[in-house]
């Protein structure tokens, strides 16, 4: 059974930033699409950044595009989202998420809090 684990979130101020860490527990399996998602309560999840693992094609979200950079260690299956510039509008619980061909696999959420 793979498990993702979340690190690295937590209370920042405004203007600050933030690496989030998600590790995968088993370090050899077939993952098409890493993602970070994140939700704030009464919200539907919502997409921050994507990276296809074949080609290495990003995709952000128009509220993070030019502070928040994704990337991954590929022989240890880690992904990392870098937060920069951060607002308190992206507060909220970040989700990272692995796809392969025949499943999804979701972390737990990590909290982060932007606020003065």
């Known amino acids: 059974q793979v498990q993702l684990v979340e690190s690295g979130g937590g209370l920042v101020q405004p203007g600050g930033s933030l690496r989030l860490s998600c590790a995968a527990s088993?370090?050899?399996?077939?993952?098409?699409?890493m993602s970070w998602f994140r939700q704030t309560p009464g919200k539907s999840r919502e997409l921050v950044a994507s990276?296809?693992?074949?080609?290495?094609?990003?995709n952000y979200g128009d509220s993070v595009k030019g502070r928040f950079t994704i990337s991954r260690d590929g022989p240890e299956n880690t992904l990392y989202l870098q937060m920069n510039s951060l607002k308190p509008e992206d507060t909220a619980v970040y989700y990272c998420k692995f796809a392969t061909l025949a499943r999804e696999y979701w972390g737990q959420g990590i909290q982060v809090t932007v606020s003065s």
């Open positions: 088993v370090s050899r399996f077939r993952i098409t699409l």
């Open positions: 990276l296809v693992v074949s080609s290495g094609g990003l």
